[in-house]
């Protein structure tokens, strides 16, 4: 059980029991599990019939035993940056003669496919919004390796420590299936787009800026990883001759 409800058999896969004790068994747990037993978790032994002690007799009730242990350290998300064209390599975005998106869009996060997250203002989303294509978006793109939901902020500074703009975010469970997996499927890639736009809605100028980004991670109900908090400082370049949508 979690939080009061019994979770379906397909939810916790069972590799195999095996007894390392007179009454101390170990249970292997397949990895593919959509949840993993964690602390506060409760177990029972199955009334199917499966299980009796030495003499054939067999549980008739569920008897929940609250599970012990310590919940694993939360994973941060890594942040990185680059250019238009998804390199470190500066490149030229989009010309001025592609389409735009609304002038007082900032950020936009999109997906695997280079289309914008479905989702409204108050999660940082900016649906049917024009991001570019794979090789060429329309401004610098932020990379974020997270373990599952997260939630962000970003604020661009020039070099000389002038504010230049500011967005906040979710990235929610129903975003995560669009997204692309990495490392062997433990993580997924996130993706946002800076429009160029600065916080009063002119188009940023060639040269350098830092962002600093805060990403929160959730608790993650499979592992039992704690949330976690952590703040990163990037410098980067942007040219100016990209639309900055």
Partial sequence: KRDGEEMAAADVKVRGIKAVGDKVYEMEIDSTSLKFPIKGDSAAINTNGEIADAKGNKPSIKHFIELGGEAPKGKSALVYITFANGTKIPVKGMADNEPTSP???IFIPF???GVALNGDRSEGKCAGCFVGSEGKFVGTVVYMEIPGPVEYEFKIFSNFGSFVAGGKGKITDKDLPSLQ?????TAYLARI???GRTGLGDKAGTGAYVIVSTVKTQKNFKTGALPATNTDRIRFGLLRSYRGS
């Fill in 193 to 195: 787009v800076w429009t």
């Fill in 111 to 113: 997906d695997k496919a």
């Fill in 181 to 185: 997996t990495i490392h062997n499927g």
């Fill in 103 to 105: 002038p007082d869009v």
